[in-house]
């Protein structure tokens, strides 16, 4: 389930009631419209009426939501995964904030609030092993490689506050623990950590001037203008290499794939055709592939992690022509919705997945080192058959209802 925060226009002041993952603003009282972003995940709290007195004390969790993919025995398996974890834990305090982060609307942490702010002692790879080691399927089997493709990455902080000699929850008032009397809980600060700070940017080209276009969730904005796209890095955009595959007749939308040219060590991948030897595909691989630099193609957006896995494959077998220079036109682009930092996590499951040795690849996993040499967001032309999106060059499919749950994920 998606948390809700609100947010107020730095315009008008109006207040927004915003789903986790949206940060294309558009203002309905002013009409001002924008994008939030920051240099570190977002940083909420759980709204609390503590009496005005009272020293508060803010304890990190992790949120995560999207899914954890594994590479263990033979197999590729998958799980969707959406938690808040306690970052600090052993401090007396629940595990996990359950439901009452999904059932109150959360506020963006301002870098003005006062209090004790504890320090995360675990990083959120520490979260997803120990949730992953509390899944019962995996008994004994060696688990070679984990791959966590986030969808919703964020820190949630539940304010608790010091009332005579105990602990106590700042929403519900209840006491969680008694404290010794000069007890310090866990490693803090005395402020919000200093990383965190929302920017709000106009949504104009940094280039050109002219609208940015995206939907209230895409992580990458194009501009029709200058033709160009733009992703965000350090709280900023930051142009991104793309290109689009002109459309023949009748395409009805254009689907974004994000493009990573890779080399690998241990196997030796240098080239499509290495590729097509190291993973055992039963096809000689034609002289020009010896040639041909190795790409996996990730679907940039959403989707069902059965479907998204499907995608990977037949993307990176199809390996289309991306030498596409058509202009962005007057095409549907469908929403990027999947950062390119989260593609890069793909590399060593479309290898497993591909694979069809698979006892022979999984032990090399852990060792296995990938290099990303570019990456590029490729829109690729689809036909709409009705029921299915068809991609008129390559073998690559994708039904239209796994494309609208995949907007709602
Ligand atoms: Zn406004
Ligand atoms: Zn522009």
Known sequence: MD???????????????????????????????????????????LP???????????????????????????????????????????????????FRAQAMTLKLLDPQTEGVFLNPVLDLADILAKVAKLDPQPARETVYHRACIGERTSLVYLPLYRQRNQLVDGITHRPLRSLEEEENIGPQLSAPPSSWKLKTLPTLCPVCGWHLEGEKDSVALICRNCERAFGTASGEFVPLRHAVVAAGGGEAIHLPFWKLTVTCSNPLIASFADFIRVTRQPRIPPAEWEQ??????????????????????????????????????????????????????????????????????????????????????????????????????????????????????
């Open 3 to 45: 948390l809700r925060f609100q947010h107020r226009c730095s315009q008008c002041g109006a207040d927004f009631f915003l789903g986790e993952a949206e940060r294309l603003l558009h203002c309905r009282y002013c009409g001002v419209k924008s994008y939030l972003t920051a240099a570190v995940p977002f940083h909420f709290v």
């Open 48 to 98: 609390h009426q503590a009496p005005a007195d009272q020293e508060m004390i803010f304890v990190p969790y992790w949120r995560f939501k999207g899914n954890v993919f594994t590479c263990q025995a033979s197999r590729v398996d998958f799980r969707f995964v959406d938690i808040t974890q306690n970052a600090a834990p052993g401090i007396g305090v629940p595990e996990s904030l359950g």
């Open 292 to 409: 041909r630099p190795m790409s996996v193609w990730c679907p940039a957006f959403r989707i069902r992690p059965k479907v998204f896995l499907q995608l990977l494959r037949a993307a990176t077998m199809a390996q289309p022509p991306a030498a596409g220079d058509a202009p962005f036109g007057l095409h549907p682009l469908f929403p990027v919705t999947l950062p390119g930092s989260e593609a890069a996590q793909t590399l060593k499951l479309v290898l497993a997945g591909l694979t069809m040795k698979k006892s022979d690849l999984f032990p090399l996993l852990p060792a296995t080192r990938f290099e990303v040499l570019d990456t590029s967001l490729v829109y690729l032309p689809f036909r709409d058959n009705g029921r299915e999106l068809v991609q008129s060059c390559v073998p690559i499919s994708i039904d239209k209802n796994a494309l609208d749950f995949g907007r709602k994920l």
